[in-house]
């Protein structure tokens, strides 16, 4: 997958305005999850995304946070001053087009590495 139809599928799940409101969104919650990955796993799943966005997840490192589902929504709609809902409304755009543009082998180390609750949000049961 290539950067703009990243883009493009994240507005069109979001239902945002603008290319530039999906790349707002895209940036909010690849921020808080690559803080909640460990740094290997944040690197190997940007060797997958397209350009633009893996920059995101390598650029963005804090210490490995323990965050549940809910606590990573919250931090998501801290960072763009937006309610629990749309936080999670942006997640589910976000990590559904994640999960499409990477192998099945990567979102399953993805997901086992998250605490239950998060698979929601890649779009998987």
């Known amino acids: 997958m290539k950067y703009h139809e990243f883009v493009a599928t994240v507005r069109q799940r979001g239902e945002y305005a603008s290319a530039a409101e999906a790349e707002e969104a895209i940036r909010a919650v690849l921020v808080v999850l690559a803080a909640r990955l460990t740094p290997d796993e944040a690197h190997d799943l940007a060797a997958q995304l397209p350009h633009g966005v893996a920059e995101i997840m390598e650029e963005a ?12 929504l919250q931090r998501i709609a ?17 990590l559904s087009t ?11 180390d993805l997901i086992t590495q998250l605490p239950s609750g998060y698979a929601a949000l890649f779009g998987t049961a």
Not at 61 to 67: A, G, K, M, N
Not at 98 to 107: Q, R
Request: charge should be negative; charged fraction near 20%; aromatic fraction near 4%.
């Open 98 to 108: 994640v999960a499409d543009a990477i192998t099945d082998g990567e979102l399953n």
């Open 78 to 94: 801290a960072g763009t001053g937006a309610t629990s809902r749309t936080a999670e409304w942006d997640a589910g755009a976000v």
């Open 61 to 72: 490192h804090e210490p490995t946070l323990q965050l549940s589902v809910q606590e990573f």
